[in-house]
């Protein structure tokens, strides 16, 4: 992650972090792994089987062995039960707060926009080369998996398709926060797979982009040339009110938190809002191209 020496980024929960601290942040598989091995060390220190918790926190040994394994996200209630049956120390409580998941998926340079994206009071994403992740559909994405290099593993595959999708929740699930889409129109006009593929994925692209807190902008083909044509970018808000930016390439991704790099990218992202199509226009326009298959 690419950010400038001195920089600092307003995190989660309003706290400051300093740059260097972002690539020094754990792979998320080992939070769950660390989580799982204090479960595991404070059950064995009072004494506890994995049946005699699972029967304190009322799940199967199997759940409890997952966890302590590092396999199994402990939901809300797992934790209370837990901390309450080991001791009262606090430690399961604030070790589930560092707790990611679906992040086994996600290319290792954009983790830590995703985490920025679930705490975000507001999104902007302008895209030019593909659907935006958060509005694709399944098979789009698959679509796109597949045919990435080098070949990913079946595995590695349902991975990437399963933290795509759990990206997506997030815009169901956080009503209040504005999305905002700006998209080339030709990135809606190139095939993948056979009509009904297509028209799946402008069903499912209406379909997201429809509630009041998201807007998609087409940039119509006779657009012409535009402020935003170094690339595709994104642009955040945090609960603390800073403005973050990212840029992705080939094999890497910029996080930016220089203020005056983040304000052009603003500036540009206005620009390019006022040129495109307005969102009944956008939403027209896929459904003719939907019309069209």
Same mark, same amino acid.
């Given at each position: 992650m690419d950010i400038a020496e001195g920089d600092a980024v307003q995190g989660v929960g309003a706290r400051m972090v300093p740059a260097g601290e972002w690539e020094r942040e754990p792979h998320p598989s080992d939070s769950l792994r660390t989580f799982g091995a204090v479960v595991q060390a404070l059950r064995e220190h009072v004494g506890l089987s994995r049946v005699d918790l699972g029967d304190r926190v009322r799940y199967s040994k199997h759940t409890v062995e997952s966890v302590e394994l590092g396999r199994r996200m402990p939901d809300k209630a797992f934790v209370e039960r837990a901390e309450e049956a080991l001791g009262n120390t606090g430690a399961l409580r604030k070790a589930a707060r560092h707790l990611t998941r679906g992040e086994a998926g996600l290319a290792a340079w954009f983790r830590q926009w995703a985490r920025l994206e679930r705490e975000a009071v507001s999104l902007c994403t302008y895209e030019c080369r593909l659907v935006p992740g958060l509005l694709q559909s399944e098979a789009y994405a698959r679509a796109v998996f597949e045919g990435t290099i080098p070949l990913r593993t079946d595995e590695e595959l349902e991975q990437q398709l399963a933290a795509r999708m759990e990206r997506q929740a997030m815009m169901r699930e956080r009503?209040? !926060?504005?999305?905002?889409?700006? #998209?080339?129109?030709? #990135?809606?006009?190139?095939?993948?797979?056979? +009509?009904? +593929?297509m028209r799946e994925l402008y069903d499912h692209v209406l379909e997201l982009s429809a509630p009041r807190n998201v807007t998609l902008q087409v940039v119509p083909l006779e657009a012409g040339l535009h402020p935003c044509l170094d690339g595709p970018v994104r642009i955040l808000e945090t609960p603390a009110g800073q403005r973050l930016g990212y840029s992705e390439g080939q094999e890497n991704g910029r996080l930016? /938190?220089?203020?005056?790099? !983040? /304000?052009?990218?603003?500036?540009?992202?206005?620009?390019?809002? /006022?040129? +495109?199509?307005?969102?009944?226009?956008s939403r +027209?326009?896929?459904e003719r191209l939907r019309g069209e298959l």
């Open positions: 009503p209040t !926060v504005p999305f905002s889409f700006i #998209v080339e129109e030709h #990135v809606f006009r190139r095939r993948f797979g056979d +009509a009904e +593929a930016i /938190s220089d203020r005056k790099e !983040v /304000s052009l990218l603003c500036q540009r992202y206005e620009t390019l809002r /006022s040129q +495109a199509l307005s969102p009944t226009e +027209a326009l896929l």
